[in-house]
């Protein structure tokens, strides 16, 4: 399905700084890239880079002195996905293909503190033995007990955070979804694209659980289909795919993001529980 | 220099139960195999994985009923390392080959919040220009101001709790030395290994800081020389290089763990300020 | 009720330190103090205070050079409790004498982080109208969702750990009931004393809730009798009330705590739900 | 010496909620109320408290459908201070008068956390003997280690966050400081008031340690003169004397505050290491 996706963002620079963005659409097989422009303004040197596991690009920008610097994307894309029949995964734990891809995805990372909630995600979802109706009562969960509230968090709100405060917006709601599958020995990895249907247009969270083989896709916001996705980057959680991680003394003065989809048709997909299926962007 | 290591644990599980271990000596280039040997007791079924950059080797144990297993490694290891005249590194960041392998270890990671503690970082040490000095005036601050005692923390502790508490163990001062690092835009990653002259012997942890294209070696415990490490695993930090990661309910019986030199002569390695040397094993 | 007493603590200091014990039974007017003795060996001066609110009577010790010394404790008390009926309590919050006494106990405090759990306290409380089924409810979740585990907590453990990690000991059941009273303009205080029928023997802590003008008691431990305590003293949390509060270096050697009943009979006596009866010491 | 002080608050009432307000200067001793009003519009039912200890008084309004209210409060105030002596104080630990009143300002509160940072303090203002400048290094290393930065920090932010993040406002730094002296057994309060010369004008924070038998007064933001201020209210810390502590669901449209000096002339008074002078409201 094709999109156009665009992103510009402005920034005051204070003192020295390094940046390094996350914005341009990832280049994985579940994607075509038809056409891209990245513009910074004034002309900066930009370094570009992919992750080890090729999922998402880097641009690095070091400014010297301070300015104001704007930086301008846009793509056109073509995604792709498959819907997987889910009602044969009741391993307690998946086995097929648990290789040096996936195990990272295991572990507790900055956000997703997974080591300090396995009591409680033992205990509200230990009793379901299909691993997609598992994950599936995760978001489901998420989704009734956190609030999703604009502004409630910040940059180091965490998935225990989360699990106190109750509230959150969607980069919170991965992040606790990705800590309660690990917690429960389900891989799990933080998912940021830009979403068509968005509502205000920003970018979005998810998450991916890997069940079966495949790394299946949820939103416990359900604030958009689940076909309209078009992704920047996967990674541990937001530490590994921030859309800016900055290192020196800045304000963002514009962040304008969109999505449109350029199909006569869109028809939006979203989960049902009697359905059992699966939506995996490969 | 040749060393012979070796770790015996035992658990007792009372539910059912995933390990993953990571007590294997790492196949780096910075070391050479020359035997080694793992036994289970009672024999289980026991998968073996290495990590995506082929630092780390796990083993996944799956108990499906309560019992107790034990499980015993030796191996003998040839390492190498190299010491580095670290004058030149004048630079405010690091330049060379900042590639797909190293951005990781510029990120925020479960026990290294870097983001946190930017702040801090900046005020005690952003005057120093030469990386190499900045790194170990990072390890002399932690080695005066933390003290290190036995049992002050637990698995969930992290490097801004150490930064609170000012007490911990090895574990606890890699951390903040790698969070201190990345806060200052400075790669850093985790160390686990065997170490010599170790006293009581135990795994230990120290880190490592990409400075000039190479990873030098940093202990801030100051516990045993530079020089007699036998390395288990990198990471971002221990959630990637856990000993044992455990899913499940256990209590561990026993843990002995043993590091021996094979050489007639050894000669223990430090840095001094002075001398401004950085040790590399690669 | 006539009950016995006793407590025993031996501390090795290892450098000067300033102890606050707080081991004496209450003065409260719930409790009669028939006889009591206080040794401490060596001798040594003791400053004796009691709180402001006359609840708690803590002993200073100042220790100026590294030594051992034991502090043992006994009393016989004569306790008194009333049972009320609670099915009147449907008002939304407590008003009958909201007093200068009571306020505090609605304010957040050490261990008791009711400000950052409004959302969960709403979600999973708010639709009980009857002030006390409220509380029961509270302490039943409180039960059911946290694992009572020895030595999975330490002092620095506080009622957001707990939601968090869903293990903890009484004081952090305790910390934990009065987050979620006072998230729900419920005043409430935290309550240690000696328990009857505890095995094993120790301290214990419950935590009382105010309303309709009383304090009525509640245990989300259901360890021991509602009836059988005797008070040391009501704080806001275990930071009003430690055993001891300790200013320095020093080891605990040895604790042994006692509480025997001297009446013939004994009734243990429970909350039911059907009943709705508060049990309230005055 | 005589002020005029106002604060205009208005808010937004989404659902049901209680508000606890604490505005109104105290009727302490150091200050005398020349006159005041009060005035909600619209006009609802308020009840009065004073604490306690009678530092603070409240107004608790509780509203019961969605609405809008304002609140407006003015007051003539005659403020009195003594300026003492503090090269005296080099006892390790206050003894005069530690009473009753005293005691709960030496134990952690919600947002202090001494129990936590003992080793640092130790570490960092253990060797000064003298308890008056030990506190005075206590606010310089404030002043100078931890930034002011308006919009940095929020109601949840406590003195262990300042560590480590080393930003805040007026009430962050006042935590940090009590926390500090706390952790030294020197006991501390939070004192919060309307204050002169203050840009932008707001209600501030400061704090007060006892010290040879009385409260002095420190503020370690250095933003405005020690004598320009009028006291609301004592507490452990904010939790004790929040300007307004909200059960629900509400949003402040404004927050006006003022503060004047009523007469001819003003001379700001500020702390210097030579003289060991100490500010005492009493």
Same mark, same amino acid.
């Given at each position: ?5 665009? @992103? ?9 700084? !390094? ?10 097989? @579940? ?14 040197? =930009? ?29 056109? &894309?073509? !995604? ?12 307690? &734990? ?25 009591? /409680? ?34 940059? @180091? ?10 509230? $959150? ?7 606790? %979804?990705?800590?309660? #599958?690990? *917690? ?10 830009? *979403? ?16 079966? $083989? ?11 289909? /689940?076909?309209?996705? =078009? ?12 859309? *800016? @991680?900055?290192? %020196?003394?800045?304000? #963002?003065?514009?962040?304008? &993001?969109?999505?449109? #989809? /350029? ?20």
């Amino acid at each position: 399905m094709k999109f156009k996706v665009s @992103s510009e963002l402005e920034y005051q620079v204070l003192m020295p700084s !390094t940046f390094i963005f996350n914005i341009q659409v990832s280049k994985a097989s @579940s994607q075509k890239v038809i056409e891209e422009s990245l513009v910074v303004n004034p002309q900066l040197p =930009v370094e570009e880079f992919i992750s080890a596991t090729g999922d998402a690009r880097f641009i690095r920008i070091r400014i010297k002195k301070p300015t104001t610097f704007s930086i301008n994307y846009q793509a056109t &894309v073509d !995604t792709r996905h498959i819907i997987l029949d889910e009602k044969r995964h009741s391993d307690e &734990v998946p086995v097929d293909k648990l290789d040096t891809d996936v195990i990272p995805y295991l572990f507790p990372s900055r956000y997703c503190q997974s080591d300090r909630i396995q009591k /409680l995600a033992f205990k509200e979802f230990g009793d379901i033995d299909n691993l997609y109706l598992k994950v599936l009562a995760i978001t489901e969960w998420i989704y009734n007990n956190v609030e999703y509230l604009s502004g409630s968090t910040n940059a @180091s709100t965490s998935a225990i955070d989360t699990i106190t405060e109750r509230a $959150g917006v969607c980069r919170d709601f991965a992040h606790l %979804g990705i800590a309660l #599958c690990r *917690a429960l020995s389900i891989p799990a990895r933080y998912y940021t694209g830009y *979403a068509y249907q968005l509502v205000p247009q920003d970018f979005h969270a998810c998450f991916e659980a890997y069940i079966g $083989g495949n790394w299946i896709f949820f939103d416990p916001t359900k604030l958009v289909p /689940l076909n309209g996705l =078009v992704k920047i980057a996967n990674g541990r959680d937001a530490a590994d795919a921030a859309v *800016a @991680s900055i290192y %020196g003394n800045t304000i #963002c003065n514009k962040m304008v &993001v969109n999505c449109e #989809c /350029l199909e006569k048709e869109f028809n939006p997909y979203h989960y049902e529980e009697s359905k059992q299926e699966g939506l995996s962007y490969q």
